[in-house]
């Protein structure tokens, strides 16, 4: 597995320009790396377990303990998911994707929350079914939001390709650890702690 991390990390070099994001990660010959349709939808709990980023208002601001699970019938690029914060809160809401303008491979995430008009598009910057999931968030950071997720079955194995190609394409600081099964039990709200 570590032909991608090295793949990924030779590719790194992205171009410059003030008046638009450009991520170095939306490249046509890097998506068999990112092509959330091979495997889709992932069966289990997808727990976050890092993000480059403090506070997001649509998507778990400030707490610990947020999974999400696919649910119920799906349909061809998009099922229905829940959404479960550590309070034990559970949202609704539908997961689609699709793809990135000269890509075949299905890169791109939409989430439209069912009991709100809110939604939330993103990309994959790397997927490994039934280990890790790094998602790029346009909408937070002026484009430069990522998160990291983890299989549940996965979060005891080691992650070193994954983590790798997160901190290459997301930066090493900050990072706030979302997931932490020590310091917050069910039913308490915590704050993410910043890790470096």
């Known amino acids: 597995m570590l032909l991608p991390c090295v793949f990924v990390l030779a590719l790194q070099a992205s171009q410059v320009c003030p008046s638009v994001v450009v991520y170095p990660e939306i490249q046509p ?4 790396y990112q092509d959330f349709g091979w495997g889709f939808p992932a069966i289990g709990e997808w727990i976050l ?16 303990g947020i999974k999400y699970q696919r649910y119920g019938r799906n349909t061809a690029h998009n099922t229905p998911i829940v ?8 949202v609704s809401a539908r997961l689609t994707i699709g793809s990135s303008e000269g890509y075949q ?3 791109l995430i939409r989430i439209d929350f069912c009991q709100s008009n809110y939604s939330i ?6 997927w490994e079914p039934f280990n890790c999931l790094i998602i790029r968030h346009p909408y937070v950071d ?12 996965a ?15 997301c930066g090493t600081s900050p990072r706030y650890q979302i997931y932490d099964d020590l310091s ?3 039913g308490r709200t915590c704050r993410p702690p910043r890790i470096s």
């Open 121 to 126: 598009e993103a990309h994959l910057i790397f």
């Open 105 to 107: 491979a299905r890169n």
């Open 83 to 90: 959404i479960t914060y550590q309070d034990g809160t559970k």
């Open 142 to 153: 002026n484009g430069l939001g990522c998160s990291y997720w983890r299989h549940i079955a």
């Open 49 to 64: 377990v890092q993000r480059n980023y403090y506070e997001d208002l649509l998507f778990g601001a400030e707490v610990r």
């Open 184 to 186: 917050c039990s069910p």
């Open 29 to 32: 010959h890097l998506q068999k």
């Open 155 to 169: 979060l005891n194995k080691p992650d070193d390709c994954c983590q790798f190609i997160y901190a290459e394409n």
